[in-house]
Structure formats: structure tokens, C-alpha cells
Nanobody, 115 residues
Framework: QVQLVESGGGLVQPGGSLRLSCAAS????????MGWYRQAPGEQREVVAV???????GYADSVKGRFTISRDNAQNTVYLQMNSLKPEDTAVYYC?????????WGQGTQVTVSS
């Protein structure tokens, strides 16, 4: 079992920045890939960024150059630095951990970009 707790969401003006954190606990040794996903009202959940245990990363085209995912394996924490935020980035952001037997989700944190 893996438990994930996100933090760092909030209200920010367009062009601003936020840093999301996701702390993992439990059977963290089995985690291969961690990622951030988001879901806007009325939309399907979509991938934002992922990072492997070896540090390889991948990003959605819509966030490339603005968002950076990083991982602290010693602290079992993954971060999402979000810069140059746009109103269309508004969504609930979820952390996900992939393990050999399946995947785990956090509870989500709201990010609202508005003036």
C-alpha cells in the first residue's frame, strides 16, 4: 500500500507560480513512476508530467517549458514547479504513484489561476 498526500495548491494570478508537493508513505520502495495529473470541471483527467525512479521526465505539450517535475527519493516526495500559469491551468491536480501491482492516487489539490 502507498499513501499520497498533495499540498501547495491555491489561487494565483495569471503569470504567477505555484509549487505542488506530493509526499508518499507506505511501500514506497515499490514505486516506479510518479506523476502529476489534472482534471478541470467537465473534462477528463489528463497527464501533466511524470518522472521515473531514475529521474527521466515527460511533460504534456501544454506545460512544456513552464512546469518542472522533480523527485526527492530520500524524502519520497515529488514536486511540480508551475511557472507562467494560465487560466487554462485551473484544475484539481492529482499525484499518482505506479507500482508493479497497480497505481495509487492522492486526494487532489485545487489550483485556480484567475485575476
Amino acid at each position: 500500500q502507498v499513501q499520497l498526500v498533495e499540498s501547495g495548491g491555491g489561487l494565483v494570478q495569471p503569470g504567477g507560480s505555484l509549487r505542488l508537493s506530493c509526499a508518499a508513505s507506505g511501500s514506497t520502495f515499490s514505486i516506479n513512476v510518479m506523476g502529476w495529473y489534472r482534471q478541470a470541471p467537465g473534462e477528463q483527467r489528463e497527464v501533466v508530467a511524470v518522472i521515473t525512479s531514475g529521474g527521466s521526465t515527460g511533460y504534456a505539450d501544454s506545460v512544456k517549458g513552464r512546469f518542472t517535475i522533480s523527485r526527492d527519493n530520500a524524502q519520497n516526495t515529488v514536486y511540480l514547479q508551475m511557472n507562467s500559469l494560465k487560466p487554462e491551468d485551473t484544475a484539481v491536480y492529482y499525484c499518482r504513484a505506479d507500482v508493479p501491482e497497480g497505481r495509487y492516487w492522492g486526494q487532489g489539490t485545487q489550483v485556480t489561476v484567475s485575476s
